[in-house]
């Protein structure tokens, strides 16, 4: 049978129909092209700054400050990894759950409380009838959260943070600081050498595909890396701890206000040592009163008193007013300006010689040799010494110390008097440790320091020479008469030469001196090659006969024991004026 086409007749298409498409079309490309527009012209940089977010990931290294270690890279502070764990009820579900199946808060918090070494009863307290955004707990360890992970339970979610962490306690307290539960520092190296010790990193991004893949990008080599330097201190962890026992020891056993002892090389001025009592725990800082968070060593100033008097004698000798073979009359009493000034027993000593006014610490003989130097040349020779000024330290902000203006200096005598025996100024424990390591070194300023890098960062200046060598020498040997023969004897060691002078002095209280006192004593060794001086200052120590040398000369003589084992300082011993090593 023939298969006929079928014949489709053409009919013109309405011209109402035409042109309502022709119109439609027109609007619909007018709008796509609006809409491109819209997004790649005026909304292109938000939309821009969405994909980024999305996908990229920033990443910021867990350690946001550097560790602190002493000279030997023990640990003193550190950034201790811990984690806060958060619970989403609703979504509680275990391993090899069907996905519809939801476990109960009792069943989720009997498998957490063991690792937490929490009980059930308090962590379901914890939920308060809350689904999701809970905060169970912080401070969890990583070997907890280790555990945690290990569960596999979906809805427990563990962030990750940083705390500061001080492994030696209250040993380095003082000196150190601490930073507070804001990681922000808030006392001593801490806060002052804060932008040393804080990490900057940048603000790095990882781009990231659909899958979560991480994609090549346009970062350098090493942007990811995070920081290891560490602060590194010159102090020994060993001769801080042997430092704050025998200090600790004897601030209680006078039941004294503070104490403060240091351990420094003359000729450099590395610190070894240095402690304060009573001290406080960095990790527990919120429970001490704020006072014992200063740097009091550096911050706070006294009347050296005695310990002052080997710095005048230096003086004397360099101007030329006094041999070093003199001798000087000590009355017990002496009569400047209508004052009446005696010596600490109100007893004479008739006529001595310069390592003799030392060694029985004579304020009397100190007035008279000083009274040989015009009292303007002596105020300019205490300026030069730099008395009234800051030191330029790492460790805290010091302050200067005071001087008597000049006129009142050089017009009233009995400025100059006190003056010569330690008192009528003040200076920091630091500046007096500064100057008898001058005495010590050769007669060069040294600046005590704490950090490794403290002579690239600050100390560019020559070294000032406030002595000669030779009067250095005739000082020091003076000295060691002390500690042979005077106040000094209890820190005597056999084999060791150590020179040494003690100090007593009254605090004064509006303008008037009261019975509480300052006891001092201040060291170098060994004599025949001096390497480090030792500086102990107790305050108001409240018991009877309090004086440096029953006060201050114990601890001094532990820490040098210490420092003799530590720093391996071997033995030498007098023989006919000879000095030998001892077998």
Known sequence: MKKYKKIVRLVPLDQRR???????????????????????????????RKARLTQSSKTNALKKRRAIVDRNNRLIAYD?????????????????????????????????????????EILLSKFN????????????????????????????????????????GEIYSNLVGFVNDENIASAGLELHLDNQIKVFNKSNFIKIGGDGTPLP?????????SDYKKLGLTID????????????????KWKAKKGFAIVMDVNNGRILSLVTVPSYDPNKFWQYDSELFRGWYSQDLFEPGSTFKPINLALALEEKVIQKDG????????????WTLSNWDKKGNGYIDYPKVLQVSSNVGMVKIMQNLDPTIYWELLKNLGIDKNLETDLFESTAGQLKRKDLFVNQSIEAAVTSFGKGFSISPL?????????ANGGFEVTPHVTSTFKERFNKNPKKQFFSQEVSKTVLEWMESVVDKGSGSGVKIEGYRIAGKTGTSQKAL????????????????????????????????????AYGSTVAVPVAKEIIESLIVIEKIPPKIKDHGMIVKKP
């Open 18 to 48: 035409f042109k309502f498409l022709y119109i439609f079309s027109l609007l619909l490309i007018f709008s796509l092209f609006g809409r491109l527009v819209n997004l790649q012209v005026f909304n292109a940089s938000d939309l821009q």
């Open 510 to 545: 509006n303008g008037s001196y009261t019975s509480k006192k300052v006891c001092s004593f201040i060291a170098s060794l060994p004599v025949n090659d001096p390497k480090y001086a030792v500086l102990v200052v107790v305050d108001e120590p409240s018991k009877s006969y």
């Open 431 to 439: 500046k007096l440790l500064q100057l008898h390591a001058a005495l």
């Open 237 to 252: 962890s060993k001769l801080q701890k042997a430092s704050f026992n025998a200090l600790s020891k004897q601030v209680s």
């Open 80 to 120: 201790k990894p811990l984690y806060k764990l958060w619970a989403h009820p609703k979504y509680f579900n275990f391993p090899g759950d069907s996905i519809n199946r939801f476990r109960s808060i009792e069943e989720v918090t009997e498998k957490l409380s063991p690792i937490l070494d929490i009980n059930g």
């Open 129 to 168: 009838n809350k689904m999701s955004g809970i905060m169970l707990l912080d401070k969890i360890s990583e070997e907890q959260a280790e555990k945690i992970k290990n569960l596999q339970i979906s809805g427990l979610d563990l962030f990750k943070y940083s705390q500061r962490y001080y492994p030696q």
């Open 217 to 225: 990008d346009n970062s350098a080599p090493g942007d990811f890396i």
């Open 327 to 338: 001798l000087v009359e000590d009355s017990g009493k002496i009569n400047v300006g209508g």
